[in-house]
C-alpha cells in the first residue's frame, strides 16, 4: 500500500521482516492506489506498508526488493533520517579497517550495469562522464557483438576510460541447474574471455540472482575470483558482513566455523539491489522481462525517491567518517520514454532518470566507487576499500 504525506518518507510495517527491524511511524495520511496494478516482492512472504512524501508534487513506492525502502532525510542533519529501516548490527567488529571518508559527509555508493547492454555504453556513461563518476560493468561473453549488445570495442573503450570491467558469465544461465563441467565452462570461462581481451578480473556476478548460497556455485567462483556480487534485493553491503538481524556474524568468512556451511553475507555474495520499476513474480527464463502475476508498477518520480531512500540508507552506519555499509545499485536496459510506466520491462531505466538519480549524487557529494575499489582482508576476514 502506498499512503502520501508531505515532508518526509516513512516506512511502517504490516508484519516484521526476518531481515530489518522497522521504526514505525504515526503519520496520520491518505492512501492513494499505485501508479498501476498488474502485491508480491520476490523473495518475500509478507509485504510492508510504505508512506511515502514528496518535497514537491512526487510520491514513491517500493520496486523489486527483498526489504521495505529505508526513507530519506529532509532534515538538516543527514545521519539521522526518520523512520529508518535499521539492520541490526553486532557492534563487535573493529572499525580500523575502514576508510576514512570525511569530505563526503559519510556517503558511498557503487553503481553496477549488467548483462552488456549497448545502451549503457552510448547513453548512461556519457552521464557518467557529465558527473565524473566511474562504475562497474559485468559483461557476458557471448553477449558481445551481438544485436542491442556491446562490442568489444565498447568493452575495451570503457576500461581505457577508467570504468571497472568485471564477469558475468558467458552465456548467462540459471548456475544452479549446471554440472560441474558447466559451471567451469560459464564461470572460468569467463574470465578466461576477458583475459583473452587484456582484461583480468577479479570479481564475478551471478546471473538471475542464483548460486550464492549453492557450495558447488561458490566453490567454483572461488577458484577463479576474489569477490562475488548477487542481486539480493537488499540496498545495503555491509564490510564487515555484521548487518544482518537473522544471520549474526562478526565477520565474513565463506564457511561457518559450525558445521562448515556457507555464509548468509562473504566475499563471494555481496549484496546489491536492482534498479526496477515492477514489483512483482517473473518467469525463470526472462527475469524482469514478464510479470507472472500481480504486479506494482511505479512512475520515474516515485523511483527516484525509492533511490533516494535507498542510498541514503547507509546513513545509520555510516557515521564519524567510518564507512561500514555501502549501498550497491545495479542497472540493466536504458530507454529513452519519457516515464519508465512506458516500459513493461521491470528492470529498465530511463535515461532523464538515470542522470536525476546522478546529479543527486552528484549534489549531495556521495562518493562513486567501483566495486573493485573493494578488496578482502584474509587475515579479519572482512571487506574494505582500497585506499
Known amino acids: 500500500m502506498i499512503t502520501v504525506v508531505i515532508g518526509m518518507v516513512i516506512i511502517?510495517?504490516?508484519?516484521?521482516?526476518?531481515?530489518?527491524?522497522?521504526?514505525?511511524?504515526?503519520?496520520s495520511s491518505s492512501s492513494p492506489p499505485p501508479a498501476s496494478q498488474t502485491s508480491f516482492i520476490k523473495f518475500k512472504t509478507t509485504t510492508p506498508t510504505l508512506q511515502v512524501v514528496a518535497s514537491s508534487s512526487k510520491s514513491a513506492?517500493?520496486?523489486?526488493?527483498?526489504?521495505?525502502s529505508p526513507p530519506s532525510s529532509t532534515s538538516s542533519s543527514p545521519s539521522k533520517p526518520p523512520g529508518v529501516v535499521l539492520a541490526t548490527t553486532n557492534g563487535t567488529s573493529s572499525p580500523t579497517s575502514y576508510l576514512n571518508i570525511n569530505n563526503n559527509k559519510d556517503k558511498v555508493v557503487i553503481i553496477n550495469f549488467d548483462d552488456s547492454f549497448k545502451n549503457q555504453f552510448l547513453y548512461a556513461k556519457p552521464i557518467l562522464d557529465k558527473y565524473g563518476f566511474k562504475a562497474t560493468f559485468f559483461e557476458v561473453c557471448n553477449y558481445i557483438g551481438s544485436t542491442g549488445k556491446k562490442t568489444w570495442q565498447d568493452v575495451s573503450a570503457l576500461q581505457k576510460d577508467g570504468m571497472d570491467i568485471e564477469?558475468?558469465?558467458?552465456?548467462?544461465?540459471?548456475?544452479?541447474?549446471?554440472?560441474?563441467?558447466?559451471l567451469n565452462y560459464e564461470i572460468g570461462g569467463s574470465k578466461q574471455c576477458l583475459l583473452n581481451h587484456g582484461i583480468n578480473p577479479p570479481i564475478f556476478a551471478y546471473p538471475y540472482s542464483e548460486g550464492s548460497n549453492n557450495p558447488s556455485v561458490v566453490g567454483i567462483v572461488g577458484k577463479y575470483y576474489t569477490l562475488a556480487r548477487t542481486d539480493s534485493g537488499f540496498?545495503?553491503?555491509?564490510?564487515?558482513?555484521?548487518?544482518?538481524?537473522?544471520?549474526?556474524?562478526?565477520?565474513?568468512?565463506?564457511?561457518?566455523?559450525?558445521?562448515?556451511?556457507?555464509?548468509?553475507?562473504?566475499?563471494?555474495?555481496?549484496?546489491?539491489?536492482?534498479?526496477?520499476?515492477?514489483?512483482?513474480?517473473?518467469?525463470?527464463?526472462?527475469?524482469?522481462?514478464?510479470?507472472?502475476?500481480?504486479?506494482?508498477?511505479?512512475?520515474?518520480?516515485?523511483?527516484?525517491?525509492?533511490?533516494?531512500?535507498?542510498?541514503?540508507?547507509?546513513?545509520?552506519?555510516?557515521?564519524?567518517?567510518?564507512?561500514?555499509?555501502?549501498?550497491?545499485?545495479?542497472?540493466?536496459?536504458?530507454?529513452?520514454?519519457?516515464?519508465?510506466?512506458?516500459s513493461?520491462?521491470?528492470?529498465?531505466?530511463?535515461?532523464?532518470?538515470?542522470?536525476?538519480?546522478?546529479?543527486?549524487?552528484?549534489?549531495?557529494?556521495?562518493?562513486?566507487?567501483?566495486?573493485?575499489?573493494?578488496?578482502?582482508?584474509?587475515?579479519?576476514?572482512?571487506?574494505?576499500?582500497?585506499?
Open 235 to 342: 540496498p545495503l553491503t555491509f564490510l564487515h558482513c555484521d548487518g544482518w538481524k537473522n544471520h549474526q556474524q562478526t565477520d565474513c568468512r565463506t564457511y561457518s566455523a559450525n558445521g562448515g556451511t556457507l555464509t548468509f553475507a562473504n566475499r563471494y555474495s555481496i549484496k546489491g539491489w536492482t534498479h526496477r520499476h515492477i514489483d512483482g513474480p517473473y518467469s525463470s527464463s526472462q527475469e524482469g522481462a514478464v510479470c507472472a502475476g500481480v504486479c506494482h508498477s511505479y512512475d520515474n518520480s516515485q523511483m527516484l525517491q525509492i533511490f533516494i531512500a535507498d542510498v541514503n540508507s547507509q546513513l545509520n552506519f555510516n557515521q564519524g567518517g567510518i564507512t561500514k555499509a555501502i549501498p550497491i545499485v545495479i542497472y540493466h536496459n536504458f530507454v529513452t520514454y519519457p516515464d519508465i510506466t512506458s
Open 12 to 27: 511502517s510495517p504490516s508484519t516484521t521482516h526476518s531481515q530489518f527491524s522497522y521504526s514505525p511511524s504515526d503519520q
Open 61 to 68: 513506492g517500493p520496486h523489486h526488493r527483498t526489504h521495505a
Open 344 to 387: 513493461k520491462d521491470a528492470a529498465d531505466t530511463t535515461l532523464n532518470l538515470f542522470d536525476e538519480e546522478m546529479k543527486y549524487l552528484h549534489d549531495s557529494g556521495f562518493k562513486v566507487l567501483t566495486l573493485n575499489q573493494l578488496g578482502y582482508d584474509t587475515t579479519h576476514n572482512v571487506l574494505y576499500i582500497k585506499k
Open 167 to 182: 564477469s558475468h558469465t558467458m552465456t548467462h544461465p540459471h548456475l544452479n541447474t549446471l554440472s560441474q563441467a558447466s
